[in-house]
């Protein structure tokens, strides 16, 4: 039997809680999300659900820092490159619009009791990546992050509306839309 990564785990993890939660997850769906027996997933997370979704989160924080927050502060690109560049890979993460959020989807009931200062934080993580860049392309530090927050917005929104109407349409003007925010 072949061996799955630690990648492939916390990929699997994170479907099952974008699409049911932390209270609509159940272990057989993230049992057959990661393509492990119930046994071995508790062999790996020994705290359960509450752990399994504790490194669901650390993993997209690392994910922030690495691909948004350490490309938009990197002042050897210039602003135009640093979006672009964020903007992909923020893409990415959402396949093009058709994902939700992690964050939305544990910012609910008990996902958010247990979990709402890794939420907060990783959102707070973003904004600063933002106005780094509202920064770097003249903003004042205020209109900055206004402006970050605005971005999270229309992602987060954008996402919603995406899946709603089973479509990338929305998505995709949004980040348009915030390529057109950040012209220098």
């Known amino acids: 039997m ?6 492939e785990i916390l990929n699997g993890l994170m479907s099952v809680f974008r699409s049911k939660g932390y209270d609509g997850a159940s272990l057989n769906e993230l049992a057959e999300a990661t393509g492990l027996k119930k046994a071995s997933l508790y062999h790996r997370f020994p705290g359960g659900k509450k752990e399994m979704t504790a490194a ?3 993993f997209m924080e690392s994910w922030i820092n690495d691909k948004v927050y350490k490309v938009l502060s990197d002042e050897k690109l210039v ?10 890979n923020i893409n990415a993460v959402y396949n093009e619009g058709r994902e939700v959020c992690l964050y939305r989807s544990l ?8 979990f709402g200062e890794k939420i907060e934080k990783g959102i707070n993580q973003w904004l600063e990546s933002f106005s780094i860049l509202g920064k770097a392309v003249g903003q004042d530090a205020e209109t900055a992050m206004q ?10 929104g954008s996402l919603v509306l995406s899946k709603a109407m089973d479509s990338t349409e929305p998505f995709q003007n949004a980040i348009q839309q915030i390529k057109n925010r950040y012209k220098t």
Request: charged share 25%; aromatic share 2%; glycine share 2%.
């Open 147 to 156: 402006m970050a927050k605005q971005s999270f917005i229309e992602v987060q």
């Open 2 to 7: 072949a061996k799955v990564s630690d990648i």
């Open 107 to 114: 910012s609910m009931d008990t996902g958010m009791a247990l």
């Open 79 to 88: 602003p135009t490159q640093r979006l672009k560049e964020a903007l992909d």
């Open 56 to 58: 669901v989160l650390d």
